[in-house]
């Protein structure tokens, strides 16, 4: 089993330094461009692999999962059973009315696992029902009884957390029909109000925090919330909490100092891993999680999801807004997303307007179709923020202008189309962008994604294309 898919080229993205470890290659490895089929949702993933870095004694090898063969049938309820509450899956809300009935991939391949109680890296596609995967262990193992904090999720953003805040309130919800407490849950985000939070924790703590690193670091190191009850900490967008300077030492510390890993379940999930291997590697010995951590791989080989059509136009810098445009009018999207780079600070300090507001004010000003032109950036202030997001959630139909705050982790069923006006910063970057596309698990429905670059800037897509393996249409003014 295990030599069987070491033959299969590897996913790795490479970044230009590892926080995990000492980058092995300095440039970027070229690898064929690769084409596979997509799993149906109702297959075994013959693209997934399940490595246990105990059992091959740090060699890394890869095993093929071995997922049943007799999986047509296989519901989420029948994978849940005996481990998630009954009145949770019986709930209407949760296998119908939302649609969950069928396990995604990584969903079928991970659950089993996280049941068992070992620690698991959930690395699978953008929009492959990573958090649902977390939240059902999450419900499997806390006790609405017993008034302490139990598990706990830590997200990068805020707008993140609410997102997951909303899902797992859902889920945790008092059943109408049955006698049982629903279990709480408190949001500790950045913005948010600390004070109203304090009082919360003392009073009763919520059975399930989720929470942005500096926010939950401020109650740790303040003595108002303590994980000795925690059963299960997940770390969402694993890889981006590690990259980032500001939060990768305080995740550190928190998956050390203030919580032990031989004390909880540790589940990291992200649709990037860099350099994986490594990253598991380090899990161990740095003991972020058990030595028999388990890392899930959900659709190796096809890093971004194949719904996905990626183009590009070649178009000068002074004539982008112009050729955005003619793409709003010729493609029609019911909803997308427009990524814009970053203000330089040199930008910034020139007194120049950012991007982000040029592009709005020239969109409310040309763009006549029926679309609600919206803005997220990290400079607006944490109401303005959630009043985008909110509006957005009321039904689709948005024009969003957003910076890198969007790409990660937002779950925007809707989004038809992504223009990246600005190309990303690393194909990581670009994985995730292209990734707010496509995000209806079982749907065949292709979405666009579609560059606007300068001629220079072919290259830079043409690496990325070789990187995450996949390939570019341009399409001509
Ligand atoms: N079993 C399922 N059946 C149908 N839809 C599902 C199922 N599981 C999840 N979804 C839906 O799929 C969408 C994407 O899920 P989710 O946000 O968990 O993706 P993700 O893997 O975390 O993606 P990302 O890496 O971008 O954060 C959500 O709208 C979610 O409601």
């Known amino acids: 089993m295990a030599s069987q898919l070491l033959s299969v080229p590897s996913f790795s993205l490479l970044p230009k330094v590892s926080p995990f470890h000492p980058p092995l290659l300095s ?31 740090n060699t890394c090898s890869e095993t093929e999962s071995n997922a049943p063969t007799e999986t047509t049938a296989l519901t989420l309820r029948n994978i849940c059973q ?39 890296i959930l690395h699978a596609q953008t929009g492959s029902g990573k958090t649902l995967t977390y939240l059902l262990l999450i419900l499997s193992l806390i006790n609405p009884q017993r008034s302490s904090v139990q598990a706990v999720v830590v ?18 919800a008092k059943s109408t029909d049955v006698e049982v407490k629903g279990c709480t849950v408190m949001a ?3 913005g948010g109000m600390l004070r109203r939070h304090k009082s919360w924790l003392k009073a009763e703590p919520p059975a399930i925090v989720v929470a942005t690193v500096a926010s ?8 108002i919330l303590r994980l000795d009850s925690v059963k299960v900490l997940v770390v969402d967008e694993v890889d981006f909490l590690f990259y980032s300077s500001k939060q990768a030492g305080p995740v550190r510390k928190l998956l050390t100092s203030f919580s032990s890993c031989d004390k909880r379940q540790t589940v990291f999930a ?16 740095q003991k972020w999680t058990k030595r028999d951590v388990v890392h899930i791989h959900v659709s190796a080989i096809t890093p971004m999801p194949l719904c996905l059509l990626h183009k590009f136009i070649v178009c000068g810098k002074k004539n982008k807004h112009q050729v955005l445009l003619a ?4 493609d029609a999207p019911e909803s997308a997303i427009i990524f814009v780079g970053e203000q330089s600070e040199k930008s910034k300090k020139a007194g120049n307007d950012p991007s982000t507001t040029l592009l709005i ?17 990290e400079d607006m202030n944490f109401n303005s923020r959630a009043a985008s997001l909110t509006e957005i959630r009321q039904g689709g139909g948005f024009l969003l202008v957003s910076t890198d705050i969007a790409a990660r982790g937002i779950d925007l069923p809707e989004t038809t189309h992504i223009f990246n006006f600005d190309l990303p910063q690393t194909a990581t970057d670009y994985l995730h962008r292209a990734g707010r596309a496509g995000r209806k698990p079982f749907s065949d429905r292709k979405c666009i994604v579609t560059n606007l670059i300068t001629s220079e800037e072919r290259f830079v897509l043409q690496r990325f294309e070789n990187e995450l393996m996949f390939s570019c249409e341009e399409l001509m003014l």
């Open 27 to 57: 440039t970027p490895r070229k690898l064929p461009l690769f084409h596979s089929t997509t799993c149906s949702p109702l297959q075994s993933s013959s693209n997934s692999r399940i490595t246990n870095l105990q059992a091959v004694t």
């Open 82 to 120: 005996g481990f998630v509450p009954e009145h949770i899956l019986h709930r209407q809300a949760l296998m119908e009315e939302i649609g969950f009935v069928f396990p995604t991939d990584i969903q079928r391949e991970a659950l089993p696992t996280l049941f068992t109680g070992r620690d698991c």
């Open 155 to 172: 997200v990068p953003t805020r707008e993140l957390g609410m997102q997951v805040t909303k899902v797992a309130r859902m889920l945790a």
């Open 188 to 190: 500790l985000l950045d």
């Open 216 to 223: 939950l670091c401020h109650m740790l190191e303040k003595h």
């Open 270 to 285: 992200s649709a990037s891993i860099p350099q994986h291997k490594h990253f598991v590697h380090d899990c161990m010995q």
């Open 327 to 330: 793409l709003l009018e010729s």
């Open 361 to 377: 004010e020239f969109l409310k000003t040309s763009y006549n179709g029926s679309l609600e032109i919206l803005l997220l950036e």
